[in-house]
């Protein structure tokens, strides 16, 4: 059974500061997304992650995967306060047919303070 | 619609009501998915839809539980007999092959059902 972890699940830092934070998944996974949630609000994709090395940077967030490791990394660089939010990890597993099932880790809630 | 869209936004039930949530998918995705987040928890998969497949229903905590969906349009999550430990946001998803490598999934703003 996949499972999802991800750590820290509270994390406080200042304005400016650079952190990485860590998303670990129990067993072979296809694909591996990350989300920001804002609280009271839906879910926002960030970036899908779908080979092994993968690197993706938007902004002050940049996300890598590694499959051998099964371990994603989002690394915030500078630190703002637009950057609060919970931040949450899923790893993928296709199916027969094509199907996929999200399982998801239990979110990281950022506090960036001034 | 430009998004998926859920209703209601908030259901205040009472314990043993039955309770029917709706999401709207975006137009032409075909796979949607329904999930449950508890307070301060991750989400939690209940149903998936693609097409006009066979839903895969494992996610799904209790017989009370079930959802439907007619083609590639809207979908329909009932809960019979509610308990309080069903209280949750219920989040429903959407996506389609073209999209879903490249923006994942695209999320509702949720149903917050609360059961007293």
């Known amino acids: 059974e996949l499972k999802v972890e991800q750590n820290p699940l509270f994390l406080s830092m200042q304005e400016g500061k650079n952190y990485t934070i860590y998303c670990n998944y129990s067993?072979?996974?296809?694909?591996l997304y990350w989300y920001r949630q804002d609280p009271g609000k839906s879910l926002e994709s960030l970036f899908v992650?779908?080979?092994?090395?993968a690197v993706k940077q938007e902004g002050r967030l940049m996300a890598s995967l590694d499959t051998k490791a099964r371990l994603s990394t989002l690394h915030i660089t500078a630190a703002v306060h637009d950057l609060s939010a919970t931040y949450f990890c899923?790893?993928?597993?296709?199916?027969?047919?094509?199907?996929?099932?999200?399982?998801f880790g239990k979110g990281m809630k950022l506090t960036v303070n001034p | 619609g430009a998004g998926v869209s859920q209703s209601p936004s908030n259901k205040v039930t009472e314990k043993g009501k039955d309770v029917e949530l709706r999401c709207d998918p975006i137009?032409?995705?075909?796979?949607l998915y329904w999930y449950r987040q508890r307070l301060g928890q991750g989400l939690e998969f209940l149903i998936y839809?693609?097409?006009?497949?066979?839903?895969?229903k494992s996610g799904l905590p209790s017989d009370r539980f079930s959802a439907e969906r007619t083609g590639e349009s809207v979908s329909t999550l009932t809960i019979q007999r509610t308990q309080q430990e069903d209280s949750a946001v219920y989040l429903c998803?959407?996506?389609?092959?073209?999209?879903?490598?490249?923006?994942?999934?695209?999320f509702g703003s949720g149903t917050r059902l609360t059961v007293v």
């Open positions: 839809f693609q097409g006009n497949s066979a839903p895969d």
């Open positions: 067993t072979t996974s296809d694909r």
């Open positions: 899923a790893a993928s597993s296709l199916l027969q047919g094509g199907s996929e099932k999200l399982v």
């Open positions: 992650l779908l080979s092994n090395g």
């Open positions: 137009s032409g995705h075909t796979a």
């Open positions: 998803a959407s996506s389609s092959t073209d999209t879903t490598l490249n923006y994942g999934y695209t």
